[in-house]
Structure formats: structure tokens, C-alpha cells
């Protein structure tokens, strides 16, 4: 990145959610979110989305929430996938359920295919002027909404944040991480859907 | 050719908890029953992409949901479904609206014609052409079907005017 805007290392901001999320929370992440939580240790109720269709995160997300209205659903998406499904904040809002959290790791860049402009990012625009996306947020009325751009103040105001009312928003501004790749599936997908969807309904077939 | 109760008494006797779906000028018109129905929620998305997703979360969270989509909706949704159905495989099932197949007054020549059918073919989505009401049972029993099998499935319903 070479603005001058204050940004904190993706690693950082995973470690406050990993060591804040309840075991009972559901916690989905795509793309340079996934790779990075993935390295931080497997909980039964994880999904990293690998494979996924780029910008769908949110909205299985809503889903899961919709359907566990009692369990708090974490969704951590890139700004590249967010603007690919940038409708996806409207349609969480319009269902509004209060146990959604989604938290936009915004960095600026597709970063798993080589850093690339986004068409959000100051870069990526002929004005020069990044995607305001906390804006977008409250346009879209989400419940709750944060921007935080330093760790330590994010690892500090996170159980706030995650125990206000949702649907919420948490923007969060992220230093890409150069020459990273994008995530590797940790096991058969099939497989790993039945296992989640066991473990948030125990007794199901 | 179905109305709003009806298709609300089917799919609510199919178990079904939510319906994910964006409207066309028939689906849109079962809307209103569907949401007034205290035994399913209508779940309302900005483009058909985000429904395969909203429904695979339901699923995964043990609900148990549809998709209701017009079929220039299932052009939208490749990807989405690709992951869903294919990569993930859950067996979600969908009732798709087939523009113009009983009537082209509005849009003669509509290529929703020719490409539906093999697109369904091509993403390898089970599928059955309701052409009258009198097919209704065939709805539920291939949803029924395709559920016990954990396979996705669709039923795709003739339309008139777009
Ligand atoms: C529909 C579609 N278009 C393009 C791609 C290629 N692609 C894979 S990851 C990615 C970038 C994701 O960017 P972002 O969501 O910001 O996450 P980051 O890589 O920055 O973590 C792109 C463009 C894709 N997978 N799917």
C-alpha cells in the first residue's frame, strides 16, 4: 500500500477475533482472511470458505444466522469480495438479524491474485478517493457500526463490538501482506459442511 | 397457473422453512402469501447469486430452504451455485420461473428458450417441467426425491407473459 492512511497487519486483527470469539460462535472467512485464520488453529465451528464463489461469504452467513438465531455468526470478508456482492449489505440489513457480525477486512487490494487495485481503493479510482465503506454501512442501516484502523485499539474494543446489537459492521483497515497467496483448502469441502452442519444441529441427519 | 396460497400450502407441506428469492411477474405475485405465512420466511436478496448462498447457510444451519427464481435469475447465479451444489454439495433445491415458454406476446423470440434447459443440463441440476397445474404433485414428489437422495433438484415452471 502506499497511502498514508494507519493500517494494521491482517495476522493482527485474526488474533484479537480468535482469542475474543466464544467456542460457540460461528466464525466464516474468505480469501487472505481465510489463509491467515487458518493458521491460528481449527474450531468445530469454523468455516474458512475454500473453495468459494468470491463475494458469497455474507450471505451464507445471513443464512446460518437466520437459521441459529441464538448463536452469534462471524463473517470476515475481503473488500474485493465485498464489492462483488456489494447488494449482500442490503439484503443482510433488510433481514436484520441481531446475531450477524460482519467484519470487512479492507485493504484495499485483490490481494491473493497479486495486490491489485480494487475499483474501491484510492488506487484503483480516477478521484483518487477510497470506497467510504463505514458510510456505505450505516446507508445500508446496519445496527451496529466500527472502524478501527489500529490493533491495539481493535483488540481492546473488541468484545464491545462483538456484543453489540446486529446486525453489525465492523470496518477494519488492513496492510495487505505482499506475496501472499490465496488459501488452501484444508480438507474436502463435502465433508467439512456435513461436519458444521452437525455440530450447529446436533441430531440431525 | 399456481397461486400464491397454493404454491404456499406446497411448499409449507414440503417442509420448507425459508424461501429465498427475488421476484418476476409470476413469482411476484406469490410473494405476498408466502410472506404471510406463518410457517415459512421469505427471505428477500438483491440478485440470485446471493440466494444459493443465503440458502446453503440456512441449510448449514439445519433449516431447511428453497430458492424461488426466474430463469434469467439462474443465468445470474453460476458461480454461486457452482460452489454450492457443486463444490460444498448440499442439496439445495430450487423452483424456477421458465419465461416465456407458455406465451412470447411480450417478448417474441426470448433466448430464456434456448438457454435454460441446457444450462440446467450443463451445471448438472435434476430438473422437471411443470407445464400445468395438474403437475403440481410432481413438484413435491421430486423435492421429496431429490431430498432423500442429498442431491440438489429444481422444478421449472412454465410461464406466460414476461
Ligand atoms: C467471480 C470471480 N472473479 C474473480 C476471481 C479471482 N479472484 C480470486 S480471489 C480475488 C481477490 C479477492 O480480493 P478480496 O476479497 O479483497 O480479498 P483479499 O485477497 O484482499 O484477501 C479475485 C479477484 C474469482 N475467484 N471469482
Given at each position: 500500500?502506499?497511502?498514508?492512511?494507519?493500517?494494521?497487519?491482517l495476522?493482527?486483527a485474526l488474533?484479537?477475533l480468535?482469542?475474543?470469539?466464544?467456542?460457540?460462535?460461528?466464525v466464516i472467512t474468505s480469501m487472505g482472511a481465510a489463509?491467515e485464520w487458518?493458521?491460528?488453529?481449527?474450531?468445530?465451528?469454523?468455516l474458512p470458505l475454500?473453495?468459494s464463489s468470491m463475494g458469497t461469504a455474507p450471505a451464507i452467513g445471513l443464512?446460518?444466522?437466520?437459521?441459529?438465531?441464538?448463536?452469534?455468526v462471524i463473517v470476515v470478508n475481503g473488500d474485493g469480495a465485498m464489492l462483488m456482492h456489494l447488494g449482500s449489505m442490503?439484503t443482510i440489513?433488510?433481514?436484520?438479524?441481531?446475531?450477524l457480525v460482519l467484519i470487512l477486512a479492507d485493504n484495499?487490494?485483490y490481494e491473493v491474485?497479486?495486490?491489485?487495485?480494487t475499483?474501491g481503493?484510492?488506487?484503483?479510482?480516477?478521484?483518487?478517493?477510497?470506497?467510504?465503506f463505514?458510510?456505505m454501512a450505516?446507508?445500508?442501516?446496519f445496527?451496529?457500526?466500527?472502524?478501527?484502523?489500529?490493533?491495539?485499539?481493535?483488540?481492546?474494543?473488541?468484545?464491545?463490538?462483538?456484543?453489540?446489537?446486529?446486525p453489525t459492521f465492523v470496518l477494519l483497515?488492513v496492510?495487505?501482506?505482499?506475496?501472499?497467496?490465496?488459501p488452501?483448502?484444508?480438507?474436502?469441502?463435502?465433508?467439512?459442511?456435513?461436519?458444521?452442519?452437525?455440530?450447529?444441529?446436533?441430531?440431525?441427519? | 397457473?399456481?397461486?400464491?396460497?397454493?404454491?404456499?400450502?406446497?411448499?409449507?407441506?414440503?417442509?420448507?422453512?425459508?424461501?429465498?428469492?427475488?421476484?418476476?411477474?409470476?413469482?411476484?405475485?406469490?410473494?405476498?402469501?408466502?410472506?404471510?405465512?406463518?410457517?415459512?420466511?421469505?427471505?428477500?436478496?438483491?440478485?440470485?447469486?446471493e440466494?444459493?448462498a443465503?440458502?446453503?447457510?440456512?441449510?448449514?444451519?439445519?433449516?431447511?430452504?428453497?430458492?424461488?427464481?426466474?430463469?434469467?435469475?439462474?443465468?445470474?447465479?453460476?458461480?454461486?451455485?457452482?460452489?454450492?451444489?457443486?463444490?460444498?454439495?448440499?442439496?439445495?433445491?430450487?423452483?424456477?420461473?421458465?419465461?416465456?415458454?407458455?406465451?412470447?406476446?411480450?417478448?417474441?423470440?426470448?433466448?430464456?428458450?434456448?438457454?435454460?434447459?441446457?444450462?440446467?443440463?450443463?451445471?448438472?441440476?435434476?430438473?422437471?417441467?411443470?407445464?400445468?397445474?395438474?403437475?403440481?404433485?410432481?413438484?413435491?414428489?421430486?423435492?421429496?426425491?431429490?431430498?432423500?437422495?442429498?442431491?440438489?433438484?429444481?422444478?421449472?415452471?412454465?410461464?406466460?407473459?414476461?
Amino acid at each position: 500500500m502506499s497511502d498514508a492512511k494507519e493500517r494494521m497487519p491482517l495476522h493482527d486483527a485474526l488474533l484479537a477475533l480468535h482469542t475474543a470469539r466464544r467456542e460457540d460462535d460461528v466464525v466464516i472467512t474468505s480469501m487472505g482472511a481465510a489463509r491467515e485464520w487458518m493458521t491460528l488453529g481449527a474450531q468445530s465451528l469454523d468455516l474458512p470458505l475454500v473453495p468459494s464463489s468470491m463475494g458469497t461469504a455474507p450471505a451464507i452467513g445471513l443464512g446460518v444466522a437466520l437459521a441459529q438465531p441464538r448463536r452469534r455468526v462471524i463473517v470476515v470478508n475481503g473488500d474485493g469480495a465485498m464489492l462483488m456482492h456489494l447488494g449482500s449489505m442490503v439484503t443482510i440489513t433488510a433481514a436484520a438479524p441481531a446475531n450477524l457480525v460482519l467484519i470487512l477486512a479492507d485493504n484495499e487490494v485483490y490481494e491473493v491474485t497479486g495486490a491489485q487495485p480494487t475499483p474501491g481503493s484510492a488506487a484503483g479510482r480516477a478521484d483518487g478517493a477510497s470506497l467510504d465503506f463505514e458510510a456505505m454501512a450505516r446507508a445500508c442501516g446496519f445496527r451496529s457500526v466500527f472502524h478501527f484502523s489500529n490493533a491495539v485499539q481493535w483488540a481492546q474494543q473488541i468484545e464491545r463490538v462483538l456484543s453489540a446489537t446486529g446486525p453489525t459492521f465492523v470496518l477494519l483497515d488492513v496492510s495487505s501482506v505482499p506475496g501472499s497467496v490465496g488459501p488452501r483448502s484444508p480438507g474436502p469441502a463435502a465433508a467439512r459442511a456435513r461436519e458444521l452442519r452437525r455440530n450447529l444441529t446436533p441430531g440431525i441427519a | 397457473m399456481f397461486s400464491g396460497s397454493e404454491i404456499t400450502a406446497l411448499f409449507t407441506s414440503m417442509g420448507i422453512t425459508h424461501v429465498v428469492s427475488i421476484a418476476d411477474s409470476t413469482i411476484g405475485l406469490w410473494h405476498p402469501a408466502l410472506e404471510a405465512s406463518p410457517d415459512l420466511q421469505l427471505v428477500r436478496v438483491c440478485r440470485e447469486g446471493e440466494a444459493w448462498a443465503v440458502a446453503a447457510g440456512l441449510y448449514l444451519g439445519g433449516a431447511t430452504p428453497l430458492v424461488l427464481i426466474q430463469c434469467t435469475g439462474l443465468f445470474e447465479s453460476g458461480d454461486s451455485l457452482r460452489n454450492v451444489l457443486h463444490d460444498w454439495k448440499l442439496p439445495i433445491f430450487a423452483v424456477i420461473g421458465y419465461r416465456s415458454y407458455l406465451n412470447q406476446d411480450t417478448l417474441p423470440g426470448d433466448t430464456c428458450l434456448v438457454f435454460t434447459e441446457p444450462l440446467l443440463d450443463a451445471w448438472r441440476i435434476d430438473y422437471r417441467l411443470i407445464k400445468a397445474p395438474a403437475q403440481r404433485d410432481e413438484i413435491r414428489a421430486h423435492y421429496v426425491a431429490c431430498r432423500d437422495a442429498g442431491t440438489p433438484g429444481a422444478a421449472l415452471i412454465a410461464e406466460g407473459k414476461a
